[in-house]
């Protein structure tokens, strides 16, 4: 799977979806929120993962899963 937000490669992280250009998994973003925390602490946590990148993965699931619902 590649968007300019999300990518995966065998070689990178064996494949998890990954913030573009990064190693940071997106299951991490998920975690950090399901725990409470904001996106300004994972942002904080993860300098190499930009704003924009969150917000572009938030709006793709909120796409997809508006879509799947339909």
Request: proline share 7%.
């Amino acid at each position: 799977m590649e968007t300019p937000v999300i990518s995966c490669s065998p070689d990178v992280m064996g494949g998890t979806p990954v913030f573009s250009g990064t190693r940071v998994p997106v299951q991490t973003l998920l975690d950090y929120l399901e725990a409470g925390e904001s996106i300004d602490d994972f942002l904080a946590g993860f300098p190499s993962v930009s704003r924009e990148q969150v917000v572009g993965f938030l709006e793709q699931a909120k796409d997809r899963l508006v879509a799947t619902a339909s």
